[in-house]
């Protein structure tokens, strides 16, 4: 659905992207991590032909997204970090700016809207930050796009809130959508996502199934003391211990396995930019 060839892109003196490559699929939900600077709002502007690359193409669907074709536009939703909307009724938002997508579904935008708790006759000024967000990503799931790029989306969010995002994300995934979420708050994708993708500089330095990231690895709490084992792949100091990434592979006693839990993004990112050597035993 989307691909990027050689993209190179720049601004001013400085150069973020070099022959970057990368290959998307509908029906997936992507995680996509990186340090502030690393380029991660950049690629969204660049796929959704906001910005133009300096060399290289990205493609969507076949469509070169330099065209800003209509035929790109129309299945595109882009959710940015901070998000600009009217200060009006939210019934009259929705008769202004439905009729820019084609496939916008009223009956499913006032079902989510409820679900979200919102109500419709409500003006949009006086709706909290996270209440404001709710309601656009409403919006965006409404306008049946097929990739939708969710800058930060959970800032702003309460717990329960966030809770109720990832159900409302998941149940609109299907065969032929793609969502790429770019987050610091990784903690709240963990269970989300398909595939994680991690960039830093510009140069995309691990991209893996969830799956078999969670089939072959994951974190151990050990206590300090601990002896040293081949299947210990990177460890972060906390109270009274380690939280230790190891691969399961290594350990042939059932009952080691039995206490390795599923991966967790924040420390796979940590031990992915702080020990680039490293990555390949990731694989």
Do not use: W
């Amino acid at each position: 659905m989307i691909e990027i060839k050689n993209l190179s892109f720049s601004y001013s003196k400085k150069n973020l992207f070099n022959n970057l490559n990368l290959s998307l699929s509908e029906g997936k939900i992507y995680g996509l991590l990186g340090k502030n600077g690393s380029g991660k709002t950049t690629l969204f502007k660049l796929i959704s032909g906001i910005l133009f690359p300096d060399k290289g193409e990205i493609s969507i669907n076949g469509i070169n997204s330099n065209s800003r074709s209509f035929l790109i536009y129309r299945d595109i939703f882009f959710y940015p970090e901070e998000i600009f909307i009217p200060e009006m009724q939210i019934k009259k938002f929705v008769d202004i700016y439905s009729v820019f997508y084609e496939k916008f579904n009223k009956e499913k935008f006032y079902s989510l809207l409820e679900s979200m708790e919102i109500k419709p006759d409500l003006d949009i000024s006086k709706l909290s930050l996270g209440m404001k967000k709710k309601f656009y990503l409403v919006f965006g799931l409404a306008t049946e796009s097929k990739i939708y790029l969710l800058d930060e989306p959970t800032i702003g969010l309460d717990i329960p809130s966030k809770s109720q995002f990832r159900k409302t994300i998941l149940n609109s995934l299907n065969e032929e959508k793609l969502f790429i979420i770019s987050s610091h708050q990784i903690k709240d994708f963990n269970l989300l996502l398909d595939e994680v993708i991690i960039i830093d500089s510009g140069n995309i330095l691990y991209k893996n199934d969830m799956e078999f990231i969670n089939e072959n690895f994951g974190v151990i709490f050990l206590q300090k003391g601990f002896e040293e084992n081949e299947g210990i792949l990177y460890k972060e100091e906390v109270l009274n211990g380690s939280m230790c990434i190891v691969d399961k592979r290594k350990f042939k006693n059932e009952n080691s396995i039995q206490n390795i839990q599923d991966i967790d993004l924040e420390i796979l990112f940590n031990f992915i930019v702080n020990s680039k050597e490293k990555i390949e035993l990731l694989i």
